[in-house]
């Protein structure tokens, strides 16, 4: 038993590790989109837009999977978008949890937080009525932009 728990911490602190490498990378990526902004606003001289800024953009990545879906035709605006869409996607259904517990930041970020609130005591679990409002919030908003992507929105 005492071997199983030494492997599980292992695979925590590697976990973690990999979590902070995809924070730190996306943070650089972030901080060369600004940079190119900046650019395009006219106040830096000439910096390529990253293209791993496609992973910012959701929005057009369903848009983009609206188009394969409807014309099997790749999104030549974003296209680095909708292979980062579709890879999240099967990798979702392929390792369930996964991405957010392996990949995402804000995954890290909630880690962290949830670790910091055990550490000084203030983690309190609320009211089932406000856990279920919260949880709720992302399917709203999914549904708000498949609503308005998928439906609403014609293919030109």
């Known amino acids: 038993m005492a071997g199983t728990k030494g492997k599980m ?27 190119f902004c ?20 959701p929005i057009s990545a369903l848009v983009g ?6 014309s099997v035709q790749w999104d030549p605006i974003h296209p680095a978008g909708l292979a980062i869409l579709m890879g999240v996607i099967i990798a979702s ?3 369930r949890r996964g991405v ?28 089932p009525w406000l856990d279920f409002m919260l949880k709720i919030i992302k399917y709203v908003t999914m549904s708000f932009f498949v609503y308005f992507i998928f439906i609403k929105m014609d293919l030109s």
């Open 9 to 35: 911490r292992h695979i925590h602190v590697f976990r973690r590790l990999v979590q902070s490498v995809y924070l730190l990378f996306f943070m650089y990526i972030g901080i060369q989109f600004f940079v």
């Open 38 to 57: 900046k650019w395009a606003s006219g106040h830096h001289a000439f910096v390529q837009r990253p293209q791993a800024v496609e992973a910012f953009l």
């Open 65 to 70: 999977l609206k188009v394969f879906i409807l």
């Open 93 to 95: 259904f392929l390792f």
């Open 100 to 127: 957010c517990a392996w990949i995402c930041p804000i995954g890290l970020l909630s880690n962290l937080t949830e670790t910091a609130g055990r550490c000084i005591g203030a983690l309190k679990k609320g009211p």
